[in-house]
C-alpha cells in the first residue's frame, strides 16, 4: 500500500510538472510548421523580394524554440520515468509476493525464489516492450531522414550566379524570340515573343486568360528561365545579372495579394532595416496610411494569415506601399486591381500613378483607365504577340483588342475612343 501511495503521488507530481512543457512543445510545433507552410506558400513573394535568408532565419529561430522545449520534456522524462518503472516494477513484485505468499501457499519454490523470478520477469519485460518502441521510431525516423535528406541535397536549375552583374538597373526591356515551356508540361506558353521597352515606359500587356500574360513577367525576374531566346535588361542578358541583383530591383505586384501573418509594419519592411518614418512615407503614397490610422494598434496591427482581417482594396496598397520602400527599377502590376470595387480603385489608382513615376512598369489589366496610362500595349493571343501600338491605334485596327473592350464594355468603338475613365 505504501509503495502504490508513493507512486501514485509520484506519478502526479510527473504529470503536473510535464504538462506546461509539452503545451508549449506542441505551441512551438505548430508554429514551426505554420511558418514554413506560410513561406513555401508565398515562395514567389519571397524570392521575388530577395528574402529567402530573413525567412530563413524565422524558420530556425522557431525551430530552435522547439528543439530547446523538446529538450526540456526529455529532461523531465529522463528525471522520472525510470523512478516511476522501478517503483511500478517493485510494487507489482511486492503485490504478486504478498498474494501468493498469504493467498495462495507455494511448496516447490521458496519466497526468495518467487521474488527473483517475478524481478528478472519484470525487468526483461521492461527492456523488451521499450526495444519495440525503439525500433519502430527508428525505422521511421530513417524514412524521414531519406526524404529530408533528398530535398535538402536537392539543386535548383536556376543559376543564381553570384559573380554576376550587380549593377543598378536603369530599365530598359528587350525580348528577343523569347519561347517557354513550363517543366513537365509540352504545349509553350509563350512563342518566339519580341518587343522592346525604353527606361521610364509603361506597358499595358492585356489578352485572354491562359494568354501567357503572367508567365511573360515572371520571366524577367528568371522565377523561370527562357527555353529559346533571351531577354535583355539593359542590354544585358538577365542571365549575366547576379541573381539576388536582379531581383532586388525589380518588383512585382500580383493578383492574389500575398500577405504574411505578421504586422503592418513587418508586411510593408519585409525583412528590410526602415524607420517607421519611412514606412509611413510609402503607406501615405500608397493611399493606405488613412486607413492604418483607423485601426487600434495601427502599425503593430496583426493582419492575420494571408492578411484576412484585410479587405482585398487595403491588401493591394499595403503591397504598393511594400513596392514603393524597395524602390525598384522595373515595376510588375499583375491585374492588381481586377477585385476592386468602384469606391476604392480611385484610391488604388492614385496610389499606382504615384508608384509609375521614374520607372519602367509593365501593367497586367483589363482596366482602360490603365491601359490608357501606357505608352505601348502588347496584345498577346495564345502564347504570341498579336498586335502592338497605343490604345487608340489598337482600337481602329486590331479586331482582338477591340473585342476585349466592346464585350467587356458592351459599347461602341467611338465611345471607347471618348472614354478617359472606365470602372
Excluded at 318 to 337: C, K, Q, V
Aim: proline fraction near 2%; glycine fraction near 6%; hydrophobic fraction near 40%.
Amino acid at each position: 500500500t505504501l509503495f502504490a501511495i508513493l507512486f501514485l503521488v509520484s506519478l502526479k507530481y510527473y504529470v503536473k510538472k510535464l504538462g506546461p512543457v509539452t503545451l508549449r512543445l506542441r505551441s512551438f510545433f505548430g508554429m514551426m510548421n505554420a511558418t514554413l507552410a506560410e513561406t513555401l506558400t508565398g515562395i514567389e513573394v519571397v524570392k521575388a523580394s530577395v528574402q529567402e535568408h530573413k525567412e530563413l532565419e524565422k524558420y530556425i529561430s522557431n525551430a530552435k524554440s522547439y528543439r530547446d522545449a523538446y529538450l526540456d520534456q526529455g529532461k523531465i522524462q529522463a528525471r522520472f520515468l525510470p523512478l516511476l518503472l522501478i517503483a511500478l516494477t517493485v510494487t507489482i513484485g511486492l503485490t504478486h509476493g504478498i498474494i501468493l505468499t498469504f493467498i495462495l501457499p507455494i511448496t516447490i519454490w521458496t519466497i526468495g525464489h518467487l521474488i527473483g523470478y517475478l524481478g528478472l520477469i519484470a525487468q526483461l519485460r521492461f527492456p523488451t516492450m521499450v526495444s519495440m518502441f525503439v525500433f519502430a521510431t527508428l525505422r521511421a525516423a530513417i524514412s524521414s531522414s531519406h526524404r529530408l535528406l533528398e530535398l535538402m541535397n536537392r539543386t535548383t536549375e536556376i543559376d543564381e550566379n553570384l559573380e554576376g552583374t550587380k549593377k543598378r538597373i536603369d530599365g530598359k526591356i528587350t525580348f528577343e524570340n523569347v519561347s517557354f515551356t513550363y517543366p513537365g508540361s509540352e504545349k509553350p506558353v509563350l512563342k518566339n515573343i519580341n518587343f522592346e521597352v525604353q527606361s521610364g515606359q509603361t506597358v499595358a500587356i492585356v489578352g485572354t486568360t491562359g494568354s501567357g500574360k503572367s508567365t511573360l513577367t515572371k520571366l524577367m525576374s528568371r522565377l523561370y528561365d527562357v527555353n529559346q531566346g533571351r531577354i535583355l535588361i539593359d542590354d544585358i542578358n538577365v542571365k549575366e545579372y547576379a541573381l539576388q541583383s536582379l531581383r532586388s530591383q525589380i518588383s512585382y505586384i500580383e493578383q492574389d495579394i500575398f500577405l504574411f501573418s505578421d504586422s503592418l509594419f513587418n508586411n510593408i519592411s519585409f525583412g528590410r532595416t526602415s524607420s517607421l518614418e519611412e514606412i509611413i512615407h510609402c503607406a501615405k503614397e500608397a493611399q493606405a496610411d488613412d486607413f492604418i490610422r483607423q485601426l487600434p494598434n495601427q502599425y503593430d496591427s496583426e493582419v492575420g494569415e494571408r492578411g484576412v482581417q484585410l479587405s482585398g482594396g487595403e491588401r493591394q496598397r499595403i503591397a504598393i506601399a511594400r513596392a514603393f520602400l524597395s524602390d525598384p527599377r522595373i515595376l510588375i502590376l499583375d491585374d492588381s486591381t481586377s477585385a476592386i470595387d468602384s469606391s476604392t480603385e480611385d484610391k488604388i489608382q492614385k496610389a499606382i500613378k504615384n508608384i509609375l513615376r521614374r520607372r519602367t512598369t509593365l501593367l497586367i489589366t483589363h482596366r482602360l483607365s490603365q491601359i490608357r496610362w501606357a505608352d505601348l500595349i502588347i496584345v498577346l493571343k495564345s502564347g504570341e504577340i498579336s498586335t502592338m501600338g497605343t490604345h487608340e491605334d489598337l482600337l481602329r485596327t486590331s479586331e482582338e483588342y477591340r473585342k476585349i473592350f466592346i464585350k467587356k464594355f458592351d459599347v461602341d468603338i467611338e465611345q471607347l475612343l471618348k472614354y478617359k475613365e472606365v470602372n
